[in-house]
T-cell receptor, first 113, second 114 residues
Framework: ELKVEQNPLFLSMQEGKNYTIYCNYS?????LYWYRQDPGKSLESLFV?????AVKQEGRLMASLDTKARLSTLHITAAVHDLSATYFC?????????????FGTGTLLAVQP | DAGITQSPRHKVTETGTPVTLRCHQT?????MYWYRQDPGHGLRLIHY???????DKGEVSDGYSVSRSKTEDFLLTLESATSSQTSVYFC?????????????FGDGTRLSIL
């Protein structure tokens, strides 16, 4: 069974602190996506990781991909309240051209002042 | 923002009634997808389309059908709605995998079946 697991499922952290969200997947995939969702809103693409060892950074967020370990991480540096949201990872394990995705269950991040 | 419009945005209906959700895109992307989002499950793929009149099932397709008669429109139909289909439905679009671009999502339709 194809599984994409995120942990933690809920993360409460203080402003200024660092933390990492983990995304493990059970099948081979050479690409991984990170999305952000604010309450009641749509999903916003954050990162597209296309190869083993890929690292991308945007502001206080940095994502990495280890395809051999089937693991991606989303690292948060010096968190601020505006980062409070639900973060999803998704993998495309099927290959081909259709870009079908399997999503993790999401990590709800709450940044406290 | 990607040009994706979902309609309606909210709908309340009764068990047993047919329901059709519409997704309209202005990006001319080949691939379109319907997902449902439920607490504890993330997003799950219902059906997807890889071209006009070309559709296929996703992981949770039972009770749903789709149609795509034009590049810009992808319809999701619940033939006889059940309470278990109460959910938030998202449409997404993408170019081909080779474009290395992410899927882009619409604003969602909140569907309640009483």
């Amino acid at each position: 069974e194809l599984k994409v697991e995120q942990n933690p499922l809920f993360l409460s952290m203080q402003e200024g602190k660092n933390y990492t969200i983990y995304c493990n997947y059970s099948t081979t995939s050479d690409r991984l996506y990170w999305y952000r969702q604010d309450p009641g809103k749509s999903l916003e693409s954050l990162f597209v990781l296309l190869s083993n060892g890929a690292v991308k950074q945007e502001g206080r967020l940095m994502a990495s991909l280890d395809t051999k370990a089937r693991l991606s991480t989303l690292h948060i540096t010096a968190a601020v309240h505006d980062l409070s949201a639900t973060y999803f990872c998704a993998v495309d394990p099927y290959g081909g051209a259709t870009n079908k995705l399997i999503f993790g269950t999401g990590t709800l991040l709450a940044v406290q002042p | 923002d990607a040009g994706i419009t979902q309609s309606p945005r909210h709908k309340v209906t009764e068990t047993g009634t047919p329901v059709t959700l519409r997704c309209h895109q202005t990006e001319n992307h080949r691939y379109m997808y319907w997902y449902r989002q439920d607490p504890g499950h993330g997003l799950r793929l219902i059906h997807y389309s890889y071209g006009v009149k070309d559709t296929d099932k996703g992981e949770v397709s039972d009770g749903y059908s789709v149609s795509r008669s034009k590049t810009e429109d992808f319809l999701l139909t619940l033939e006889s709605a059940t309470s278990s289909q109460t959910s938030v439905y998202f449409c997404a679009i993408s170019e081909s995998r080779e474009s290395n671009q992410p899927q882009h999502f619409g604003d969602g339709t909140r569907l309640s079946i009483l």
